[in-house]
């Protein structure tokens, strides 16, 4: 990283969230439940702080920079993720078949929804 | 969507979107509600205390305290972990090791994260969305000076010593009590620590700021 870009990249990030903790809600929700399964007794900080270490050093290696904003938040989901499947707490097949149950609003809320 | 019969890829669309993080978490958290391992209400307090209760506030409080109590100043440094519960924060997950740094008029302490994202918690709250840019966490190792220029920080030639934090142990720098504050109280003193002058990219408030900020405040 030149020197140059790497103050400009600094100034976005300054300017991103001056003072807010999250930007967005399940931002909230993914720090939440590391620092409460954590405090559960269900993994050391330190492990998840690997993880983390691991997501982000992932990520840096291959020249991404992280803004520190929602890019920040989607590592640290996905090193809880990696966490809790290396856990056996929460597989990753678990977790995968219940995002596709959350899925977006599903199709059938439309007034066409008998069409199917 | 007005019609929402006429996804041009199929129905598999809703079964895709892995990416979208709400999803994720929702998703997440539903499991380990069931699996009974979190309580949604309890995540809320977490969520609320994070938001509202612990931030920088905690650690000014503690500066200021050292600044005005030598006793307390000297518990400090010894055992800082131990004299920031005394005045009521307890170490949350990333808070049991910690240490305090202090700017003297030779030397500058500045905070990063190289790796993550560590941080003192519970004198500082989060941190801030530019503590875990990549910028500012690879600006602080290679060229911390100018890192602190652009913070508006210009140290002359005072040294500038850069604290990796791990989860082995954060750092919360100390700054010089400003000049002109002898007779401040305890609480108007903790009125001129920044969140920012506890990282080290910045400096405390100087009294005549303070005063501005509080008419600019009425």
């Known amino acids: 990283m030149s020197a140059k870009s790497a103050e400009d990249l600094l100034a976005a990030a300054r300017a991103l969230a001056p003072e807010a903790v999250f930007s967005e809600p399940w931002e909230a929700r993914a720090f939440a439940v590391a620092v409460a399964l954590c405090e559960a007794g269900q993994f050391q900080w330190a492990e998840f702080q690997q993880s983390l270490i691991d997501e982000i050093g992932a990520a840096e290696q291959t020249g991404r920079t992280i803004s520190g904003g929602a890019d920040y938040y989607r590592h640290w989901l996905g090193a809880l993720t990696r966490l809790l499947d290396a856990k056996g707490i929460v597989g990753g097949a678990e977790l995968q078949a219940r995002v596709a149950d959350v899925g977006p609003p599903p199709p059938s809320q439309d007034p066409h929804g008998r069409h199917r | ?218």
């Open chain 2, 1 to 218: 969507m007005s019609d929402g019969h006429d996804h041009h890829d199929g129905h598999d669309h809703h079964n895709a979107p892995l990416s979208e993080p709400a999803q994720r978490v929702k998703a997440l958290e539903q499991l380990l509600v069931e699996k009974g391992l979190v309580n949604p209400q309890a995540l809320d307090e977490l969520i609320d205390t994070y938001e509202r209760s612990v931030g920088p506030r905690n650690g000014a409080r503690v500066v200021a305290r050292a600044w005005t109590d030598p006793e307390y100043r000297k518990r400090l440094f010894d055992n800082a972990a131990q004299a920031i519960e005394e005045l009521g924060f307890p170490p949350g997950p990333q808070g049991e090791h910690m240490m305090v740094v202090e700017n003297t008029p030779r030397v500058h302490n500045l905070v990063v994260c190289t790796l993550c994202s560590c941080y003192p918690w519970s004198v500082l709250g989060l941190p801030p969305v530019w503590y875990k840019s990549t910028a500012y966490r690879a600006s602080a190792v290679n060229d911390p000076r100018g890192l602190l220029k652009g913070f508006g920080v210009d140290l002359g030639d005072k040294e500038v010593r850069v604290w990796d934090s791990s989860s082995e142990m954060r750092y919360l720098v100390m700054p010089e009590r400003p000049a002109g504050t002898e007779s401040l109280s305890e609480e108007e003193l903790a009125d001129l620590v920044t969140r920012d002058s506890m990282i080290g990219t910045g400096l405390p408030k100087s009294p005549a700021q303070r005063a501005r900020a509080s008419r600019a405040a009425k």
